[in-house]
């Protein structure tokens, strides 16, 4: 469900590279593949929107692809889609199960971070990656029917992408902030960290303690905190 517009306008340039005298491309705040509703008219470059598109693709297939399918969540390759999931069988080495997709758990796999390194107040160079950990979030009903009905656990099966996920998180706060400003109404410290000049995502991007819950949509709030006299903007909430 739509919560609040869904279209907001233009800015008149690239909001990644500022170029202006080349077509622009509409930008979703949250990835369509992800169940993104609102967006920012003519945002993107060509070449940012293929730079953008490249990290969205690893979240939304290598991390949650068969749960995506599974939740028949949004493509624009419905004909490509899968009706059945290959699941490893860890009592057969090699074999794989074909599990309808409406019978698959749908694990999603989020990375559960602590604060960023900049509202700790460390340096851009200290990396705290290594302290994120990986928690899976699923469908209880599915997993107990599943259990039930193949006398095994389920095997979930995903890619670590946590470079992708991070700066799909700083992506969408970035588009999130523009709904209300505009590029020159502040400095965009996530900025080279989308566009993967800077790699130390643990810097700026970070999440609340506990996990997302299970639901159907999504809720973007923008919030400021002070830090060292400056008013940081920062997204709230990425949940349903």
């Not at 939740?71 to 059945?84: G, L, Q």
């Not at 969408?172 to 790699?199: M, N």
């Amino acid at each position: 469900m739509v919560r609040g517009p869904a279209h907001y306008p233009s800015k008149g340039a690239c909001i990644y590279c500022g170029i202006t005298d080349v077509p622009l491309k509409d930008e979703h705040i949250v990835p369509y593949a992800l169940g993104g509703t609102h967006v920012l008219r003519e945002a993107s470059c060509a070449r940012c929107e293929d730079m953008t598109k490249k990290f969205e693709q690893k979240v939304a297939r290598d991390l949650w692809g068969d749960g995506r399918t599974s939740f028949n969540a949004p493509t624009r390759r419905k004909k490509e889609r899968k009706s059945h999931i290959e699941m490893p069988d860890p009592k057969a080495h090699g074999r794989k199960d074909r599990i309808p997709a409406a019978e698959y758990p749908a694990g999603f796999v989020f990375y559960k971070m602590g604060s960023s390194g900049f509202l700790r107040g460390l340096t851009e160079s200290t990396d705290i990656s290594r302290s994120w950990q990986m928690v899976v979030i699923d469908d209880d009903a599915r997993r107990n029917a599943f259990i039930k009905k193949h006398d095994r656990p389920p095997v979930l099966t995903f890619r670590h992408v946590p470079e992708a996920f991070g700066r799909l998180l700083a992506k969408i706060a970035y588009c999130q902030v523009l709904t209300s400003l505009d590029p020159i109404d502040f400095r965009a410290l996530v900025l080279p960290y989308i566009t993967g000049e800077k790699k130390n995502l643990s810097y700026i991007v970070g999440s609340r303690d506990g996990v997302p819950e299970p639901g159907d949509g999504y809720r973007l709030t923008t919030l400021h905190a002070e830090h060292e006299n400056r008013i940081i903007p920062k997204l709230a909430s990425l949940r349903s």
